[in-house]
């Protein structure tokens, strides 16, 4: 794949399912950067890329797989499929915490910051209904890797859902920590050559939105395609999955520290859950 090529996971008549990189936003934002849909252009065709439509989004930090509507018909059943809570998102989480248990369930109110509109936070009076479902995949130590499943949809959640409980992303510059992961951080008798810097492991926000499953009753798609059961796959980037390689090499447990053993090969496959 060429250098600012989008992965594209699934295309048909209606739906064009990609593995957004970190960093793209869907829309205009204020950077003046290029925008989803100024890269999506030369891959797909000006003409087919103006007809796009949004479903869902996702931060701009944030990658992973997005679900883009080709006609107006489409984006309407899709974004029904969200609105009523039938579509089942599973995010990878990084987080640097002690994590005592291995699920639980976050049911708290999010409502905007009051002293800053970009930011979001918990408001248990006038916050909108948040409930998000996390399961422990590995304890590394240092650092743990979840799976996150937001059951509603608001701006943030994981992000502001998973610190409420202690369990903050690894790097979230806007509510935790810009710092990255180092391999040295957690590699005993770690060394570097002679005039070396050491370079991070990962150093963007430790988010990504691996699989999607959404509703089989509606739509057929071919068995040539390759999708198991309308479930939707995007694979980690290669500094995300290098990341977890390292996490589960060094720690002091090897590969036992994943709950399931299965789960770090089905991970770095890009397996459904």
């Not at 005592?100 to 006038?126: F, H």
């Not at 057929?220 to 059961?229: D, L, N």
Request: proline share 6%; charged share 25%; with cysteine.
């Amino acid at each position: 794949m060429r250098k600012n090529q989008i992965e594209i996971i699934y295309k048909d008549d209606d739906i064009i399912v990609i593995n957004k990189p970190p960093g793209v936003s869907v829309t205009k934002d204020r950077s003046g950067e290029p925008q989803l849909i100024d890269y999506l252009g030369p891959q797909l065709g000006d003409e087919l890329t103006t007809r796009l439509r949004l479903i869902h989004r996702l931060d701009k930090d944030t990658s992973g797989v997005m679900v883009l509507a080709r006609n107006r018909p489409a984006q309407k059943l899709f974004a029904g499929y969200f609105e009523n809570r039938q579509v089942k998102k599973t995010y990878l989480a990084l987080v640097k915490a002690v994590v005592r248990a291995n699920e639980g369930v976050i049911d708290t109110p999010i409502g905007r910051d009051r002293k800053n509109p970009e930011l979001m936070r918990i408001d248990q009076r006038s916050g909108r209904e948040s409930v998000t479902h996390w399961r422990l995949l590995a304890d590394f130590g240092l650092v743990a890797l979840l799976a996150v499943s937001p059951l509603t949809g608001r701006t943030h959640q994981i992000r502001v859902h998973l610190p409420s409980i202690g369990l903050r992303l690894a790097i979230d510059p806007m509510y935790g920590t810009s710092e990255p992961i180092m391999l040295s951080d957690f590699k005993k008798n770690y060394r570097l050559g002679r005039d070396h810097l050491e370079i991070p492991l990962i150093d963007r926000l430790t988010l990504h939105a691996y699989q999607i499953v959404i509703p089989d009753d509606t739509f057929v798609i071919p068995a040539e395609a390759g999708i198991h059961s309308h479930c939707f796959v995007a694979p980690l980037d290669k500094r995300f999955a290098a990341t977890i390689k390292m996490l589960t090499k060094y720690n002091a447990d090897g590969p036992a520290a994943f709950v399931n053993a299965d789960d770090f090969s089905r991970i770095l496959d890009g397996k459904p859950f």
